[in-house]
């Protein structure tokens, strides 16, 4: 039976989840705030800059869900070198089993041309414009908006220009201003809410692009958990988050962040990781 009324339901969830913790000792109650204990479960390198395939520079991830819950994880494959211009092409890999097994690589159609920019008159984010026949003839390939999702730009909003991320606050209604708790050495971060919690990634240090570190937030952004959890130490730069919910069990447990991660620097490789919310348990 599906409880139709959103009243009742708020109502009923927090009821129900502590009257299950209640009458089933031990057993897990995933929606309890109090519970969130991110742990890196599992990581995947998926593409390792320089040499293989003569691309000198992956960068910019982008992690995203179809609705039948596949991960599509997304990078810029830069030919020549590491610099924002220059010829680059879209690498994706598709992962059909919650990011368990090795993702699938896709071949990029051969000899499409494919051109993106930011923004138009109706909103920001980033649109692309194909050619299968060599620049003859165009038409109009994926949007990507940014936020504020399918509506029109006001003077306040911040575009990021990747993912959904947004390092430090941003909201439509109230006052743009700078949380100071989230250090940051300006760069592009990775957001999401899950069931009623905010996660934020980003490099954690005010000067350099190290130390990729998740955050939580049970206040819609207002103030965040103490308890941060490191990703990795070392450089780090871009990263994005994305989630699965086709109603599973599995599904409320996970997130999964792809994120930029270096040795010496940070665009030596993109990574994607698995993680559990609940301390794997
Ligand atoms: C989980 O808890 C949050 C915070 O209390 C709430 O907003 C959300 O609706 C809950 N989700 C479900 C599916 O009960
Ligand atoms: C890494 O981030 C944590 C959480 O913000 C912080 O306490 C720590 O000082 C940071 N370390 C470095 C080296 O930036």
């Not at 109502?11 to 995933?30: D, K, M, T, W």
């Not at 971060?189 to 899950?194: N, S, V």
Request: hydrophobic letters at 35%; proline letters at 4%; glycine letters at 10%.
């Amino acid at each position: 039976m599906r409880v139709s009324g959103r009243g009742s339901d708020a109502f009923a969830g927090p009821v129900l989840v502590s009257l299950l913790c209640a009458l089933l000792p031990g057993c897990v109650c995933y929606n309890t705030s109090a519970q969130i204990d991110p742990l890196v479960y599992e990581e995947q390198l998926l593409w390792v800059s320089g040499g293989q395939g003569h691309v000198d520079t992956y960068r910019i991830p982008v992690l995203t869900f179809t609705p039948k819950g596949s991960l599509l994880a997304f990078a810029e494959g830069r030919k020549s070198s590491s610099s924002d211009i220059g010829a680059k092409f879209l690498a994706m890999r598709r992962s059909t089993d919650k990011g368990l097994s090795t993702f699938k690589r896709y071949s990029p159609a051969k000899g499409r041309l494919v051109v993106c920019g930011h923004g138009t008159i109706e909103g920001d984010g980033v649109f692309c414009i194909l050619s299968d026949d060599h620049g003859k003839s165009w038409r109009n390939g994926a949007a990507l908006k940014s936020i504020p999702y399918n509506q029109k730009k006001s003077a306040q909003d911040f575009n990021p220009d990747e993912c959904q991320g947004h390092a430090r606050k941003e909201s439509r209604s109230k006052e743009l201003y700078f949380d100071s708790a989230l250090v940051d050495p300006v760069v592009a971060a990775g957001a999401l809410q899950k069931n009623g919690i905010l996660y934020f990634t980003n490099p954690s240090n005010d000067r350099n692009r190290v130390n990729l570190t998740l955050r939580w937030s049970l206040t819609d952004g207002s103030s965040w958990e103490k308890n941060a959890v490191q990703i990795w130490a070392g450089p780090s730069g871009y990263s994005c988050m994305s989630s699965l919910d086709t109603g599973s069990v599995e599904d409320r447990k996970f997130v999964f962040v792809l994120y930029e991660k270096g040795h010496k620097d940070y665009y030596e490789t993109i990574s994607f990781v698995k993680i559990h919310l609940y301390g794997g348990r």
